[in-house]
């Protein structure tokens, strides 16, 4: 599992990956490198697949042809958690919480199964991670009972359990007010800070701006501009499928 | 420091039911109440073994029955052909279930919800029809049985039947307690939950299924093997009627599955209720009376009985209080 790379080498290297479902294809000889520690944003129009590939990195589905290689190693193959025990963490776009647990037991799952040898009891290291998402107050509250911030903060939260050195964000800002969407952009930044290599998948324009070191806009299963945020969004082919002419 | 002090006060009151049960089969003579208490241990190991899939993983096993039957037909096979003692009856029918546990467990790969249940039904009935067609063990007229002398310190084998049935109890129920307290359970209540949120959270949920239909499988096998010497006889629509598959999840959802007490307690509640019944009325009037009962806790108490006792197990159990 010690595979050693250069130190320049990238976290997430995804080549001439395509998945189709039936005739349809999702998503076409896509290849991208993920940069260690690098703020990336997937950008793209309703069903141009971001999802699709996040769920292709983080493995809930295998792509027909291409490869995902994390870390120097070739996971194209594993299963989900396989990937989660090796560092890939995801929230997903609707809000999937343990709902027979309560907050503090959510995170324990990821404790429990995803991370090695942890010197700290688990149950501070949960806490500590409520803490730091500003949750600390709902530990033992029961998921239903959480407002939709919550839960969503909730959900990184649980990614953040896993201990990532990848973490996936699907839309954790749909639906939040303005001020919600901040509170969970400074959350997003802050790991970032921590070596924590994120790919924010967002619709809100002003969130993955400020975010991103570099954008990612997808249409059709293809990639159409790839490049540091205000480039992206200059793009002419980008502006007319996602932003409108 | 709870967890310690809390296994101490399990395991010495698991000493005291096993002397309880050793000094009873010494003391009481009358033989109707081994009789009658047999079956009820009987139902209180299958309710927890059912509830070890049905209940901490969520998948809902109407192939109780099926179980219970190859655990039956295994002992018989097995003491027809080399007049193998009881335990190794036992262990053996242990091991078959063990490895059909496993073949349902493949099912889940594929199969969630009512799928899974219709699948586990159906498996029932192939099974049956092949122990039917089966002559070494009788068929489908059924086989009687010669039970061997009975083993000291026991005077009789009724009483010795019981006494294992009360060790298989405490083996179940040990097992399950186990499986609660340990990762394996926290991780079979998060598939239960969430299936991909569980395995992108890092739990093997494959494994854990497997693991969880296989322990089921082989409790509920090694339950029913005793069956045929309880009754010095077996027949394939008796071994392999859907009336286990019923019990077993009615007394675990009556007594709530997010603590092995649960179907403890409600495998008790409706074991004796039956026994009783078929004493004073009539054995027919059993399943009116299981199915009131499951229609009246579906809706007063969703949460089984330990759901009304200790409120912070309606959680646990799943879905809103």
């Given at each position: 599992?010690?595979?050693?790379?250069?130190?320049?080498?990238?976290?997430?290297?995804?080549?001439?990956?395509?998945?189709?479902?039936?005739?349809?294809?999702?998503?076409?000889?896509?290849?991208?490198?993920?940069?260690?520690?690098?703020?990336?944003?997937?950008?793209?129009?309703?069903?141009?697949?971001?999802?699709?590939?996040?769920?292709?990195?983080?493995?809930?589905?295998?792509?027909?042809?291409?490869?995902?290689?994390?870390?120097?190693?070739?996971?194209?193959?594993?299963?989900?958690?396989l990937r989660a025990r090796r560092g890939i963490a995801r929230s997903f776009q609707i809000p999937r919480p343990f709902k027979s647990m309560t907050v503090l037991e959510n995170l324990m799952v990821g404790l429990d199964f995803a991370t090695v040898g942890s010197s700290l009891p688990e149950e501070d290291v949960a806490m500590s991670i409520l803490t730091r998402m500003g949750l600390a107050a709902k530990a033992g509250a029961p998921t239903d009972t959480l407002s939709q911030v919550e839960l969503r903060k909730m959900e990184l939260a649980r990614?953040?359990?896993?201990?990532?050195?990848?973490?996936?964000?699907?839309?954790?800002?749909?639906?939040?007010?303005?001020?919600?969407?901040?509170?969970?952009?400074?959350?997003?930044i802050s790991l970032g800070e921590e070596d924590i290599t994120i790919i924010m998948i967002e619709h809100i324009m002003q969130a993955v701006m400020r975010f991103s070191e570099r954008v990612m806009c997808l249409d059709a299963g293809k990639i159409i501009a790839i490049g540091a945020p205000a480039e992206v969004m200059a793009n002419k082919r980008v502006q007319e499928a996602y932003l409108g002419t | 420091m709870?967890?310690?002090?809390?296994?101490?006060?399990?395991?010495?009151?698991?000493?005291?039911?096993?002397?309880?049960?050793?000094?009873?089969?010494?003391?009481?003579?009358?033989?109707?109440?081994?009789?009658?208490?047999?079956?009820?241990?009987?139902?209180?190991?299958?309710?927890?073994?059912?509830?070890?899939?049905?209940?901490?993983?969520?998948?809902?096993?109407?192939?109780?029955?099926?179980?219970?039957?190859v655990g039956v037909y295994t002992a018989v096979a097995l003491f027809k052909a080399t007049g193998a003692p009881l335990v190794v009856q036992i262990a053996a029918a242990a091991a078959v279930g063990m490895t059909l546990g496993f073949g349902v467990g493949l099912l889940t790969l594929r199969m969630r919800g009512i799928f899974f249940s219709i699948a586990t039904i159906a498996l029932a009935i192939i099974i049956e029809t092949f122990v039917m067609n089966w002559r070494f063990v009788g068929g489908a007229a059924g086989i009687q049985l010669q039970r061997p002398p009975v083993m000291a310190p026991f005077d009789s084998y009724v009483k010795m039947l019981f006494f294992v049935q009360?060790?298989?109890?405490?083996?179940?129920?040990?097992?399950?307690?186990?499986?609660?307290?340990?990762?394996?359970?926290?991780?079979?209540?998060a598939l239960r939950d969430d299936e991909l949120a569980a395995e992108c959270t890092g739990v093997p949920t494959l494994k854990l299924k497997l693991v969880a239909c296989m322990i089921s499988g082989a409790l509920m096998s090694a339950v029913g093997a005793p069956a045929a010497m309880y009754l010095q006889y077996a027949d394939p629509s008796s071994a392999f009627n859907l009336t286990y598959s019923v019990s077993a999840l009615a007394m675990s959802l009556i007594g709530g599955t997010a603590h092995w007490i649960g179907p403890v307690l409600g495998a008790i509640l409706l074991g004796s209720t039956q026994q009783f019944l078929a004493v004073t009325i009539s054995s027919e009037i059993n399943v009116l009376v299981l199915g009131i009962m499951l229609v009246l806790f579906v809706v007063a108490a969703p949460k089984g009985i330990i759901g009304l006792l200790r409120p912070r197990y309606r959680l646990r159990a799943g879905g809103k209080p």
């Open positions: 599992m010690t595979v050693t790379t250069a130190p320049d080498a990238p976290l997430l290297q995804v080549g001439t990956l395509t998945k189709t479902f039936g005739g349809f294809t999702a998503l076409d000889n896509i290849s991208v490198d993920i940069r260690k520690g690098e703020r990336f944003g997937l950008i793209g129009p309703n069903g141009s697949g971001k999802t699709t590939l996040i769920n292709c990195i983080s493995g809930a589905l295998r792509p027909q042809t291409g490869s995902v290689v994390f870390c120097g190693e070739d996971i194209t193959q594993l299963p989900p958690h990614a953040m359990a896993v201990r990532p050195k990848l973490l996936i964000s699907d839309e954790a800002m749909a639906g939040l007010s303005s001020s919600e969407v901040d509170e969970v952009l400074d959350l997003l | 709870t967890k310690h002090r809390n296994s101490i006060a399990f395991w010495a009151g698991v000493a005291i039911f096993l002397v309880a049960v050793l000094s009873m089969t010494q003391i009481v003579r009358n033989e109707y109440p081994f009789f009658a208490g047999y079956v009820i241990l009987q139902f209180i190991a299958l309710a927890v073994a059912w509830s070890i899939l049905g209940g901490y993983a969520g998948y809902v096993n109407f192939g109780t029955n099926a179980f219970f039957g009360a060790v298989l109890v405490v083996i179940a129920v040990g097992i399950a307690r186990y499986i609660q307290n340990s990762r394996i359970g926290r991780g079979l209540q």
